[in-house]
């Protein structure tokens, strides 16, 4: 696509696991955290990746920040792969930036707060310590800091407030793209909409791009233009807002809206629970890896894993059916 930000090509991202059989012998397992998922980001947009724990969204965003390198696959930024050698000056990751889930430890507890946002221009050396010290203060402005917190430290902040800091040393250093591994699920609901609504603001004023991972399906049918669903590694489905929610086609996307609680004690629960426990990503199943929870599977669903297809403009699904 001509207005895609970063392409991300069949990235694989396995551990390896020791397991011992006797005393003497113990073999190499793999536990396949991510494998083999492709998909886009466009510029300007936020793209949400949902599903449930240990389906690999926070890998791959950790992977895409280059915190974590891929066993296989290769990942795309305006059209240059991230993990290349880059001549000087030319650094993706400047360009690529992250907001951790927890803003407890992901502030060292050493820094004042002008310390913590300006450490990424001091890592990578950029502008003098007047024009880092101004780019702070600009900062901390913009998130709704107050001049007398550059001084302090972290532990002197609420969760809110600590959250402020890390989207601020997010922006420091300018960047295009910013992955955004649950930013809010560790806040109270109202400080989660204010985050929210700065996360919007600041999309608009920097011209950002963002990738939005999150469990919370409602703030990802607010925040987000298009979104991906994950099951243990692999990328079931990829639509819009309108098409995910009006009209899911993967079953593991279905169970996942039909979980979403409505405040209303006349309209009846989630009828039909998913059974069973998630498959071992060390172990995944064969085919579809969604076949052993699924109502709808028949024997090719065992032999045959389904691929990535269009069923709409734009909207793509993993199913046989």
Known sequence: MSDALLEVQNLKLYYPVKVRQNVLRSETRYVKAVDDISFTVNKGETFGLVG??????????????KLLRPTAGDILFEGKSIFARQEEGQDLTTRIQIIFQDPYSSLDPRFTVGRCIAEPMVV??????????????????DVGLRPEHYTKYPHEFSGGQRQRIGVARALALNPSLIVCDEPVSALDVSIQAQILNLMQDLQKKYDLTYIFISHNLSVVKHLC???????????????????????????????????IP????????????????VPSPMDPPAGCCFHTRCKKACPRCAQERPRLREIAPGHLVACHF
């Open 262 to 277: 409505i405040p209303d004690p006349d309209i009846p629960t989630m009828q039909e629970m998913l059974e069973g426990d």
């Open 124 to 141: 990578h050396k950029t502008g003098t310590p007047q024009q880092r010290e101004e780019r702070v203060r600009q900062l901390m402005k």
């Open 52 to 65: 449930e724990s240990g389906c690999g969204k926070s890998t791959t965003g950790k992977t895409i920040v």
């Open 225 to 259: 233009d298009r979104i991906a669903v994950m099951y243990l590694g692999n990328m079931v489905e990829i639509a819009s807002k309108n098409d995910l929610f009006d009209r899911p086609a993967h079953p593991y996307t279905q169970a996942l809206l039909d979980a």
